[in-house]
């Protein structure tokens, strides 16, 4: 029974070291700390979303989450603490409110480093989607069809053109291309 007992606990250990995620607890800065120097030298602000951690770097981002509401934050390391061997981290009072912690004062969490995704391409490179039909000045506006040929009914939209036609000179069909 005892050796069942060591074999699962040192899979869980292992399981649990492999995800990243550190299982602690959590409480939060006091509002006296509030405007005071942190370890990194930064000002402790209580609105904004940072911790202290015993041994994580300084700058290093964390997802913190409460394993009883699902509800999770992510935090930048910015002091060193706690100094007690029943917690893990301390979070700012934000931090601590948006996970729902502060009513307890100290719960369960899991920590674990937060990677951000990385786009493969910048921002400005994103294609801009236009709505159909968009809205300017409060007026449908439809873009401009023009007909492959004469004789077909069929007409397609001009990609290139930024030309838009109201529901009113579509209707009239004045805005079709008559080559």
């Known amino acids: 029974m005892k050796r069942l007992c060591l074999v699962v606990f040192v899979f869980v250990v292992c399981v649990t070291h492999l995800l990243g995620q550190d299982v602690g607890n959590a409480t939060f800065y006091h509002n006296r700390f509030h405007g005071r120097r942190t370890s990194d030298g930064s000002r402790y602000n209580k609105d904004s979303m940072t911790c202290a951690h015993k041994t994580y770097p300084f700058g290093t981002l964390l997802k913190v989450r409460n394993p009883k509401n699902q509800k999770e934050v992510i935090v930048k390391v910015t002091d060193r603490g706690p100094f007690s061997k029943r917690l893990a981290i301390d979070l700012s009072y934000r931090a601590a409110d948006e996970i729902g912690i502060?009513?307890?004062?100290?719960?369960?969490?899991?920590?674990?480093?937060y990677q951000p995704v990385e786009l493969?391409?910048?921002?400005?490179?994103?294609?801009?989607?236009?709505?159909?039909?968009?809205?300017?000045?409060?007026?449908?506006?439809?873009?401009?069809?023009?007909?492959?040929?004469?004789?077909?009914?069929?007409?397609?939209?001009?990609?290139?053109?930024?030309?838009?036609?109201?529901?009113?000179?579509?209707?009239?069909?004045?805005?079709?291309?008559?080559?």
């Open 102 to 113: 502060i009513r307890r004062g100290v719960a369960p969490v899991e920590i674990s480093i």
């Open 120 to 179: 493969p391409f910048k921002a400005d490179e994103i294609p801009q989607i236009h709505p159909y039909p968009s809205f300017v000045d409060n007026k449908k506006q439809f873009p401009l069809p023009v007909f492959k040929h004469k004789d077909e009914k069929r007409f397609h939209f001009q990609p290139k053109s930024r030309k838009f036609a109201s529901r009113k000179q579509i209707k009239s069909k004045r805005c079709y291309n008559q080559n």
